[in-house]
DNA sequence: CAGTGAGCGAGCTTCCGCTTGACTT
């Protein structure tokens, strides 16, 4: 019996646990604990404020058969290793792998690489669990716990049910709403720049700008007469060397933003796309905030780069993680065959693969060398500027060459005469702040170190899904602008269109996002403060290294933030909804609100105490409740309009839970918003029969009387009696079920699930 | 897809960070 007894190691993952376990002999079990194990309770607040804030831990279900299978794996084994990363989490799961298994005396191991050596001098210097590390854990668990579930009853209360708030997505939402009003009480200024082309003796062209911009036309059109027919020599001229280095290998954060800009990948789509390199084995662990890289990758990467380019073009490049407590035991996100150049999968992994192998390749590689030029070209009274720029060698950017862009001049002399051909003075308008992308805002909150890399894509997510925050799809509207051209000493005027305010997939504050950020920001200013996690570090480190009680800090934040929860509970809701009395209705003489609804921002007429129900209708069309006007709120109040009649029946314009609509009978129509009250009859009946159609092209097959039909869907055809739906059996064809069959799949089909609120995946 | 909104009141919602699948109308 003795020797069949084995050591049993647990890991986070069970990638993990299989490369480990490749390493290790036949004596040793590695199993994988599918990260946490434990955790506070769902349904309440599971954390005891009379006893020193002792959390009250459970296993969740979905854990549950996990901690079964490994307590069997305890049972049989000799040894345990605990083998979770490095970190506080890491640490955590460690010792809530202990408390749930009754693991009697764990060896708590961690390793900085994973590799066979690495491995095995770990397993010869185990320590025991880390109680201080444990307790800075505990002590970020219980504050997030604190502040979300104090917090999110509060809206509940206050603005609406299902809301929430938290230390991280409260503030991801700040930053949004603060720059859409950035944006909007930015004054663009209009200015003119003017740029011009020169040519030499031999015909060649160069461009260049006048440094200074000018106010006005009149300015611009005097500098432009001014200098036509003036002669302009090269006055200046000067040469320099650069470099230019290759940007470090890709973590989760610069991942999702490059993703987004070069492919327009949301970072939910990045992230499921790592996922699946990384669980094929082509790429390393893509949640990582460091940019380190094993010793067995740069020889990889110096052998490729040295066969493909040649020697000089490999350098050898070691990074250092900026953010703080990123633990080296994470590497960056990188290929780990240096040898695949194309990945296996569809179009999106090949591309998100070439991607990382690029960024990761040219890490590895020697810095591109520049020629930057500059030079002035003047007529005595006015100087313009032009740059060149040339690479005398490539280095890195032939693993990148997306990152090179060369600006040839032609050969020049300083003194040499240019002629001028042509100048532009063209108006340029200074634009506000730009929206945040997804990506951009990943940034943002990791530069504010808010947020870990597993929770970016979440977070994303939740201020979408609570509808705080929705992505724009404007194409921007056109705008104006003055040219002036000079030409064989004429100045001519055009205007030119130009775009402006594009928001296609950016971050737009909803007005529930504005309002619930404005109550938390005005409330509870320190939870929302940007510096506020940053500091919570500071303190979890001094936890940490034992140099403060957890309880005590929690403690000393919960007094603060009590105070705060209590006064805001006498906020009322008409000043947390920030509800607005706008005038009054001529007709009736009650008064007219806006205000936030359950379904959104809407306008009330009368007050909900007054004897006669008070009437409601959304808000118009692109009013916000800030700009809304008395007339717009009482022309969506006299709404449903009646436009005509077909037959006996009515057709009638309303404003519904979908937007603008006309409906005759029970069919439906979606209108754009513009036309609520203009509609023809014509149009609305055009509108209709169209929606008539289009009904009829989903539907496969009917059998009315027993109100079945057989759908079009968006993956494929099912079978629906309105309630329930059912997947059309393989090898059926959807045209070919018949009624008997469809009953009785419609019958077997799973009740349909209680419809899942949205959730960050 | 389906076209709401008071208030009454029970019972529900909610956080962040660590990890994978299950499953989609």
Same mark, same amino acid.
């Given at each position: 019996m003795e020797n069949t007894m084995k050591t049993l190691v647990i890991v986070e993952s069970p990638k993990k646990a299989k490369t480990i376990s490749s390493f290790l002999g036949s004596e040793?079990?590695?199993?994988?604990?599918?990260?946490?194990?434990?955790?506070? =309770?769902?349904?309440k607040l599971g954390v005891d404020k009379e006893k020193g804030f002792e959390p009250q831990y459970e296993i969740p279900e979905k854990a549950k058969p996990v901690v079964s299978s490994l307590k069997k794996e305890v049972k049989k084994a000799e040894t345990v290793v605990l083998a979770t990363d490095g970190d506080r989490e890491g640490e955590a799961i460690a010792f809530h792998l202990k408390e749930a298994l009754g693991i009697k005396q764990p060896k708590r191991i961690i390793f900085h690489e994973i590799t066979k050596e690495a491995i095995q001098s770990a397993l010869e210097n185990p320590r025991d669990i880390d109680e201080k590390l444990v307790n800075a854990q505990q002590a970020r668990r219980v504050l997030d716990r604190l502040v979300g579930y104090e917090l999110s009853p509060l809206l509940w209360k206050k603005v609406r049910?299902?809301? $929430?708030?938290?230390?991280?997505?409260?503030?991801?939402?700040?930053?949004?709403?603060?720059?859409?009003?950035?944006?909007?009480?930015?004054?663009?200024?209009?200015? !003119?720049?003017?740029?011009?082309? !020169?040519?030499? &003796?031999?015909?060649?062209?160069?461009?260049?700008?006048?440094?200074?911009?000018?106010?006005?036309?009149?300015?611009?059109? %005097?500098?432009?007469?001014?200098?036509?027919?003036?002669?302009?020599?090269?006055?200046?001229?000067?040469?320099?060397?650069?470099?230019?280095n290759p940007l470090p290998p890709f973590t989760t954060s610069t991942l999702q933003q490059e993703a987004s800009r070069l492919m327009g990948f949301s970072v939910k789509l990045t992230m499921r796309v790592a996922q699946q390199l990384y669980e094929s084995?082509?790429?390393?662990?893509?949640?990582?905030? $460091?940019?380190?890289?094993?010793?067995?990758?740069?020889?990889?990467?110096?052998?490729?780069?040295?066969?493909?380019?040649?020697?000089?073009?490999?350098? $050898?490049?070691?990074?250092?993680t900026k953010t703080k407590g990123a633990q080296e035991a994470h590497e960056a996100i990188r290929p780990t065959d240096m040898a695949r150049e194309v990945a296996s999968g569809d179009e999106r992994a090949k591309k998100l693969y070439n991607l990382i192998y690029g960024r990761a390749m040219a890490s590895q590689m020697a810095s591109a060398r520049l020629e930057r030029t500059k030079v002035e070209i003047s007529n005595g009274t006015h100087t313009f500027h032009a740059k060149g720029e040339i690479i005398t060698f490539e280095g890195?950017?032939?693993?990148?060459?997306?990152?090179?862009?060369?600006?040839?001049? =032609?050969?020049?002399?300083?003194?040499?005469?240019?002629?001028?051909?042509?100048?532009?003075?063209?108006?340029?308008?200074?634009? =506000?702040?730009?929206?945040?992308?997804?990506? %951009?805002?990943?940034?943002?909150?990791?530069?504010?170190?808010?947020?870990?890399?597993? %929770?970016?894509?979440?977070?994303?997510?939740?201020?979408?899904?609570?509808?705080?925050?929705?992505?724009?799809?404007?194409?921007?509207?056109?705008?104006?602008?003055?040219?002036?051209?000079?030409?064989?000493?004429?100045?001519?005027?055009?205007?030119?269109l130009e775009k402006t305010g594009a928001?296609?997939?950016?971050?737009?504050?909803?007005?529930?996002?504005?309002?619930?950020? &404005?109550?938390? %920001?005005?409330?509870?200013?320190k939870v929302v403060d940007y510096t506020f996690t940053a500091n919570v570090e500071k303190e979890l480190d001094e936890i940490a290294l034992g140099k403060e009680g957890w309880r005590e800090m929690i403690s000393s934040f919960y007094k603060d933030f009590q105070k705060d929860v209590e006064e805001a509970k006498q906020v009322s809701r008409e000043e947390a909804g920030q509800t607005r009395e706008i005038g009054e209705d001529p007709v009736t003489g009650r008064p007219v609100l806006v205000r936030i609804g359950r379904y959104g921002p809407m306008v009330q007429l009368g007050k909900a105490e007054d004897e006669e129900k008070p009437k409601f209708a959304p808000l118009p069309p692109n009013t916000t409740m800030e700009n809304v006007t008395l007339e717009q709120a009482l022309a969506m109040l006299s709404l449903p309009r009646t436009i005509g009649k077909v037959g006996a029946e009515e057709v009638v314009a309303n404003v519904g839970r979908f937007g603008p609509y006309v409906k005759l009978g029970k069919t439906y129509a979606s209108i754009p918003a513009a036309n609520i009250f203009s509609i023809t009859l014509e149009e609305a009946k055009e509108a209709l029969e169209k929606k008539k159609e289009e009904k009829a092209g989903r539907l496969i097959k009917e059998f009315a009387e027993e109100g079945i039909s057989i759908l079009n869907g968006r993956f494929g055809p099912y079978i629906t009696d309105g309630s329930k739906n059912a997947k059309i059996p393989k090898g059926e064809k959807a045209e070919d079920i018949t009624k008997e069959q469809a009953q009785n799949l419609l019958s077997e089909a799973p009740a349909r699930r209680a419809r899942r609120r949205k959730r960050a995946s």
């Open positions: 040793y079990v590695v199993e994988s604990s599918y990260g946490h194990i434990r955790d506070l =309770p769902k349904s049910p299902g809301l $929430s708030a938290g230390r991280v997505q409260s503030v991801a939402l700040r930053l949004v709403v603060e720059r859409e009003r950035e944006i909007k009480t930015f004054d663009s200024l209009a200015s !003119f720049r003017v740029a011009a082309s !020169f040519l030499t &003796d031999k015909n060649k062209e160069v461009q260049a700008e006048l440094l200074e911009k000018l106010n006005t036309e009149e300015q611009a059109k %005097t500098l432009l007469s001014s200098i036509a027919n003036t002669l302009f020599h090269v006055t200046g001229l000067e040469q320099s060397p650069a470099t230019k084995g082509q790429i390393t662990y893509m949640r990582t905030d $460091s940019v380190n890289l094993s010793e067995s990758f740069l020889k990889a990467a110096e052998q490729t780069i040295t066969k493909k380019y040649g020697k000089e073009y490999h350098q $050898s490049r070691r990074y250092a890195f950017l032939k693993a990148v060459p997306k990152q090179a862009k060369e600006i040839v001049l =032609p050969l020049l002399k300083t003194g040499q005469e240019m002629i001028l051909k042509e100048a532009l003075a063209r108006q340029t308008f200074t634009r =506000p702040p730009a929206r945040y992308t997804e990506a %951009t805002l990943v940034r943002t909150l990791e530069e504010k170190g808010i947020g870990r890399p597993s %929770t970016y894509a979440p977070t994303i997510s939740t201020i979408q899904d609570r509808t705080y925050v929705e992505k724009g799809e404007g194409e921007g509207i056109e705008r104006e602008a003055r040219v002036l051209t000079l030409q064989k000493g004429e100045v001519t005027l055009k205007t030119e928001d296609k997939g950016k971050l737009i504050p909803t007005e529930l996002g504005m309002i619930v950020s &404005d109550f938390l %920001t005005k409330n509870f200013e």
